[in-house]
């Protein structure tokens, strides 16, 4: 986490940045790791979990917190290291945990007053799942350090691009998607060095989801860069490469997928397109026990209203877990659907039906 904090600092060009972890008991935020502090800072100061500070307010909310100049603010009661460092401007932003109790808050401190944007929340949440992820899979934090790398020179690229708007929607969406090959590729290698079951189990279902973002940047390689693009043409691209790498030589399941042309948010596309690796992969991988034969079908469509309706059937065995279980991925399937708002229902007494619903105010439909 302290390496994490320096690269983030480094990256959005701040001296100071800090992890803090929520204390249950204490109801706080602790500061468990940072970059820049003096010392005594880290691991001793901790700040009120509620609205009085920058990172309860990203804590209490759920939502991230800009405070462009902490001067203007009379509602703060901040610890006295503030004042010391001279922060003005902050930046804060959860950190999931494995449950629905947030792990704790990413923040960044500059000691110049800055206006932080949209873009700046987007890449430091896209840090702050990225360090989620590290603090759940803590036994893979070589491959998260490889990963973190990679990340900064794709931010350090984009800079430089910055003024070559053109160039920037095509160089940048190629080198993401051939750096998380890359990834991809790294993960790979950690696979076949992990002796372990359970490691090879992990690293897989890591690699599953790098290769489903990998598709995203496929799909939006010679378009302009927006934020949306058509869920339905993605979809039955990233099924018909789900059934490349899972077809069995006998062909014996089939993987089909039909879709309206949806127009989505790019986090919306990103976000579905795992849930929809997770749910299939998990049918291949148990559905048909025995070298049974059957099919699995990933449908998408428009409805009357507010809600569009993605469907994700097979008729396999079928399988009974608790709505809170985490096994067969219904703890990552969940809260991504929730992230997007969405929400998730499962029929699995013949066979499983996996039903999402999407509320149409994060969507626009094709013409």
Known sequence: MTEAARVCAECLSVPYSKVCRYREKENDLLIEAGHGWHAGVIGNVVSRADVTSPQGRAFITG????????????????PSFYVEHGIVSTIDVIIKGSDDQP???????????????????????????????????????????????????LVAEKDRLLD?????AEELQHRVRNNLQLVYGMLSKQLDDT??????????AISRRVSTLAQVYD???????TRTTDFGSYLRSLCLNLAEIQAAPDGGVTL???????????????????????????????????????????????????????????????????????????????????QVRGSATIDSEHGTIWTIKIPVDRIAFAS
């Open 63 to 78: 939502k991230p917190s800009i405070c462009n100049d902490l001067r203007d603010d009379n509602d703060l009661k901040l």
């Open 103 to 153: 792990y704790g808050v990413l923040e960044i401190d500059n000691a110049q007053q800055h206006d932080y944007d949209q873009h700046d929340i987007d890449f430091l949440t896209g840090f702050a799942n990225v360090l989620a992820e590290a603090v759940a899979t803590s036994a893979r934090t070589g491959v998260l350090q490889r990963t973190i790398e990679r990340m900064k020179v």
């Open 164 to 168: 070559q708007k053109k160039v920037l």
């Open 195 to 204: 002796p372990d079951k359970a490691g090879q189990r992990g690293i897989r």
């Open 219 to 225: 799909h939006l390689l010679g378009s302009e860069m």
């Open 256 to 338: 089909t997928c039909d879709s309206d042309a949806i127009v989505l948010d790019l986090d919306v596309v990103t976000a579905l397109g795992i849930v929809v690796a997770e749910v299939v992969t998990n049918s291949y991988d148990h559905a048909f026990p025995g070298g049974k034969k059957g099919s699995i079908i990933v449908s998408v469509r428009r409805v009357d209203g507010d809600i569009a309706t993605m469907t994700i059937s097979d008729d396999g065995t079928g399988f009974l877990a608790k709505t809170e279980s985490k096994r067969h991925g219904l703890g990552l399937v969940r809260r991504l659907v929730e």
